[in-house]
DNA sequence: CTTTTAACCGAATAAATATTCACCTATGTT
DNA sequence: AACATAGGTGAATATTTATTCGGTTAAAAG
């Protein structure tokens, strides 16, 4: 028998990420999927049991890699530390993975996205949350609600790479120092 | 003749944004519009030529009624307070019209967007640029990338507004003070 | 080398959705 | 009151898109 190609597989969801990047999970379809993977439509088929399916596979995916992997190294580090490293590789990830992010997105608005992935954002978050109140512990974060503090990282970075991303400018250490000092003056004691 | 009834292009439209929010622009369909406004399919066809001009006159008028109509009273007052109340008035906006917002986002990335819509987006964005230039000559603002500070404040405002929304809380005097604080001290000499 | 099995394929089909149209109905005009 | 005109309608049609299926091919097993 013939075994699966993790690259046909892999060039779906390339696929699948593009597309959504040009013209949005809206203009979507398996065939321009099938097309821009260079494969079969059918094909799609042998891989994935719908295209709801795929979507949500590929969501999975995407969340499993992403953000999350850096938590461990930075345990040790003292919090301002640990944040400014947080902010330096959640930008450059977004700013790098920037349609990836866009098919997230718009994955959580659609009517594809089942039970079991809606859960999966959380882990990031959790860990961003224990960090502050740390911070707060020791008196160098502001006492203010978390979530309007969390609000803030999350909202600005994710706003800062988009731009970024649009008008195709690289992201350089100046804009990364400058962009952390705001953090850091908004949340600061 | 008869003459068409306001009410009934009212309807469509609150009917667009509720689906949309329900299951994203991906879920609409003109028969759940029509059937959530009350009227038959063939009557979307008397107020619009096809799906697509009626997403899109829905963004024009979104856009042109949005948080525009508030910056002409604030002219005369000092940089700090004008910001703040734009701030105030961002969140307040944001948080009640929140399934707008989503309408608006996702139309943003759909291939259903003509090039006219896109244009619209900018008037806004200029005020903000040209308030923070402002404060930044009298030298109570940062000398930082302008990019880099109307980031923090729409991305943050955003965030903010839509975590508020989705967790139904109520948008307090107490988290507009204490946000925008943070927003303050982020930006501010 | 032969057999077996599952990948691979895209034309054909099914399903979902946008759009039309022939027929009503309400409102303004004469 | 009679007419003219444009709104209002949803079943029928057209279009788009997901999914199936019978046949072909390539890799593994024996």
Request: proline share 2%; hydrophobic share 40%; aromatic share 8%.
């Given at each position: 028998?013939?075994p699966?190609?993790?690259?046909?597989?892999?060039?779906?969801?390339?696929?699948?990420?593009?597309?959504?990047?040009?013209?949005?999970?809206?203009?979507?379809t398996?065939?321009?999927?099938?097309k821009?993977?260079?494969i079969?439509?059918?094909?799609?088929?042998?891989?994935?049991?719908?295209?709801?399916e795929?979507?949500?596979?590929?969501?999975?995916?995407?969340?499993?890699?992403?953000?999350?992997?850096m938590?461990?190294?930075?345990?040790?580090?003292?919090?301002?530390?640990?944040?400014?490293?947080?902010w330096k590789?959640?930008?450059?990830?977004?700013?790098?993975?920037h349609?990836?992010?866009?098919?997230?997105?718009?994955f959580?608005?659609?009517?594809?996205?089942?039970?079991?992935?809606?859960?999966?954002?959380?882990?990031?978050?959790?860990?961003?949350?224990e960090?502050?109140?740390?911070?707060?512990?020791?008196m160098?974060?502001?006492?203010?609600d978390?979530?309007?503090?969390?609000?803030?990282?999350?909202?600005?970075?994710?706003?800062?790479s988009?731009?970024?991303?649009?008008?195709?400018?690289?992201?350089?250490e100046?804009?990364?120092?400058?962009?952390?000092?705001?953090?850091?003056?908004?949340?600061?004691?």
């Amino acid at each position: 028998m013939k075994p699966k190609d993790e690259k046909k597989l892999q060039a779906i969801f390339d696929a699948t990420i593009t597309l959504t990047g040009q013209e949005g999970i809206v203009g979507l379809t398996m065939s321009k999927i099938a097309k821009t993977a260079k494969i079969g439509i059918g094909t799609l088929y042998v891989y994935f049991e719908s295209k709801e399916e795929l979507v949500n596979e590929l969501y999975r995916q995407l969340k499993s890699k992403g953000t999350l992997s850096m938590i461990d190294d930075l345990k040790q580090l003292p919090v301002k530390l640990q944040l400014m490293e947080i902010w330096k590789n959640t930008l450059h990830y977004q700013v790098e993975n920037h349609a990836q992010m866009l098919f997230m997105e718009q994955f959580l608005n659609s009517p594809f996205i089942s039970e079991e992935s809606r859960g999966l954002s959380h882990r990031f978050m959790e860990y961003l949350g224990e960090l502050l109140k740390k911070g707060q512990e020791q008196m160098i974060i502001k006492q203010a609600d978390e979530g309007i503090l969390m609000s803030l990282l999350t909202g600005y970075s994710r706003q800062l790479s988009s731009q970024l991303a649009a008008t195709k400018a690289p992201l350089t250490e100046q804009i990364i120092n400058e962009s952390f000092a705001v953090c850091w003056d908004a949340i600061k004691s």
